[in-house]
């Protein structure tokens, strides 16, 4: 018996971007493992969190290769396309987020996932960004937050690189994700400013400009453990986003679900994760608030959108045929 996901009809259909769900629960993983340390709780959660996030991981990959095998022509159409070029690296960022998870409960498998994500996520960065500047077809219109993924999968290798001792490697990863950051925020905030207004499906990826400045906080302070000017800086310009984006909450809340409504996932639980760790430099309480009470939003969130999901699946709204990107001034498709 197959089940909604796995037929063959559908499974030609399954984007890169589905790894986006692993990218949520493994950050919520994380995120309630600092919250309890911060807290100093044991509340039993992590191993149930990691098992979770590593079957859905394990399930995904099984179900990407098959495609790859029997629909190659599909996979290669999303290497090719404008849109969801940008969701392919989270294929190895969701490796590098187990890597983070296992770290405290099995520091070899964490190694393992970190030296198999960590090459994967450099072949990603450095194929979309040879796309990007030899393109032949890409619009203003295409260019959407998710254009920020290939840079947050580079800000993440230190956060599990320094602790496995590769500090030199991290550094590089570090380096090419800020770089990349500072470069696409200028021109994301231009096609948001001065183009037409991104199209529905895409608007919750609004919530991924959280994440490069929130990793490269955490990263930062793996690299350094000084939380001078350049990491305060990074911290509070990610929960500047944070509040941008929270005092628009009634745009997003009309928003019919789409499978990019799990952008409001990682980055959420990448600024609750930063806030906990500003609150252990600092020891200023007002951190501690905030990081708890963006966990406590974060977990209601993800079980939200679980079942949005399930039920999406299993009604077939998703892994179904979507209209190649319009190459018209109103464009933008994904």
């Known amino acids: 018996m197959t089940t909604p996901i796995a037929s063959s009809a559908r499974l030609a259909h399954l984007p890169a971007a589905f790894f986006a769900t692993v990218m949520g629960l493994a950050g919520l993983t994380i ?49 090719r396309h404008p849109v969801r070029l940008s969701f392919m690296p989270t294929i190895s960022i969701s490796l590098l987020l187990l890597a983070v998870a296992f770290q405290p409960l099995a520091p070899t498998v964490s190694l393992v996932l970190w030296l198999v994500g960590t ?5 990603f960065t450095l194929y979309i960004v040879g796309v990007w500047i030899h393109h032949e077809h890409f619009q203003v219109q295409h260019l959407n937050p998710a254009w920020f993924i290939p840079a947050v999968g580079n800000a993440l290798v230190p956060i599990a690189g320094v602790p496995l001792g590769q500090v030199e490697v991290s550094w590089f990863f570090f380096s090419v994700g800020m770089m990349l950051w500072s470069v696409l925020v200028t021109i994301v905030f231009y096609r948001v400013l001065f183009h037409d207004p991104l199209e529905e499906r895409l608007l919750p990826t609004l919530f991924i400009l959280i994440a490069p400045p929130a990793v490269g906080f955490i990263a930062y302070l793996r690299l350094t453990d000084t939380l001078d000017v350049f990491a305060q800086a990074l911290y509070f310009a990610g929960l500047f986003l944070t509040l941008l984006l929270f005092s628009q909450g009634g745009r997003f809340l009309r928003l019919g679900f789409f499978l990019t409504w799990w952008a409001y996932s990682f980055p959420l639980a990448a600024v609750s994760i930063a806030s906990m760790v500003m609150y252990e430099q600092t020891g200023t ?4 608030y905030i990081g708890v009470g963006l966990l406590t939003m974060l977990t209601g969130i993800i079980t939200l959108l679980v079942a949005a999901t399930l039920v999406a699946v299993w009604e077939r709204r998703i892994c ?3 209209p190649a990107p319009r190459m018209a001034p109103a464009g933008g498709e994904q």
Not at 119 to 123: E, K, R, S, T
């Open 31 to 79: 995120a309630w493992e600092k919250g309890q340390q911060v807290l100093d709780l044991d509340l039993g959660l992590s191993p149930w969190l990691i098992g979770a996030s590593t079957a859905l991981f394990t399930l995904l990959l099984v179900l990407y290769i098959a495609k790859l095998i029997l629909y190659r022509p599909a996979v290669l159409a999303e290497l």
């Open 320 to 322: 179904i045929e979507e």
């Open 285 to 288: 309480g007002i951190y501690r």
């Open 119 to 123: 090459p994967m996520q450099l072949a």
